[in-house]
């Protein structure tokens, strides 16, 4: 499978995503490859954390790949692999439109209040531009940063959930401490201590909410042709 986690806003959780389910994938025991397609290199910072914490010991491969070529580069890499993560940076970048034309899943963070209309219009139209060259992407987004208080997540929610192009995944991840001090050791919630249970779940259920949308696609592909 090739996961790109992606869109074009900053600091909407894309890094956090990706790591995680890098980290989440090696622990159900995939062979991951983990690619950053950002600039900015934070996932690549993230695994040199992780290299201080585990003694080398990281559990997938990393790679830096931006550019034009990088689908070229992905689609071979998957060969050698179960899973590929790629990391993007938060803009409509060559770098993303090439990871995406090659992957099966688009997953796009969106953090409440955050979100404004103009930028889920870009997203959907990147994503119109890119599916006839890739029409099998299926195209997931989901709320990342979630508030335990405030109607900001219902509201953004009912945004999301209209688009047409992405499909929303009711299954959003909290603004939790655990993620940020996770990342600052090159862990992810998965695997930091102490324990926090409902991050642990909010991962686990993200997943299953990929895997399901998955399976989905693949009855629907198979029923249409
Ligand atoms: N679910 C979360 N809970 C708490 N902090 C988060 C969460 N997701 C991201 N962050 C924090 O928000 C900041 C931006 O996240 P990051 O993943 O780097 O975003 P992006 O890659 O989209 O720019 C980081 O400091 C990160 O630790
Ligand atoms: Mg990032």
Not at 95 to 110: E, K, M, N
Request: aromatic fraction near 6%; glycine fraction near 8%; include cysteine.
């Amino acid at each position: 499978m090739i996961y790109t986690v992606g869109g074009i806003k900053g600091g909407s959780g894309k890094t956090t995503l990706a790591t995680n389910l890098a980290v989440y994938l090696i622990q159900q025991g995939r062979d991951v490859i983990l690619v950053d397609a950002d600039d900015q290199e934070s996932a690549t910072d993230f695994t040199s954390f992780r290299h201080q914490t585990l003694d080398g010991e990281i559990g997938y491969t990393a790679v830096k790949i931006t550019g034009r070529e990088l689908n070229a580069h992905v689609t071979r890499l998957a060969t050698k692999c179960d899973d590929v993560v790629i990391d993007t940076g938060g803009r409509d970048t060559v770098s993303q439109r090439s990871a995406i034309t090659v992957s099966d899943v688009y997953l796009v963070p969106f953090a409440p209040r955050s979100l404004d209309i103009w930028t889920l219009r870009k997203v959907e139209n990147l994503i119109a531009e890119i599916i006839p060259f890739n029409p099998r992407l299926v195209c997931l987004t989901f709320i990342n940063k979630a508030d335990a208080r405030g109607n900001y997540k219902e509201d953004t929610s009912d945004l999301l959930r209209e688009s047409t192009v992405l499909q929303f995944l009711d299954t959003s991840i909290g603004n939790r401490i655990s993620f940020a001090n996770a990342a600052s050791s090159g862990l992810g919630v998965i695997e930091n201590k102490p324990t926090d249970e409902k991050a642990i779940n909010e991962m686990k259920e993200l997943y299953e909410g990929i895997r399901k949308a998955l399976v989905n696609k693949d009855k629907g592909d198979k029923t249409t042709t």
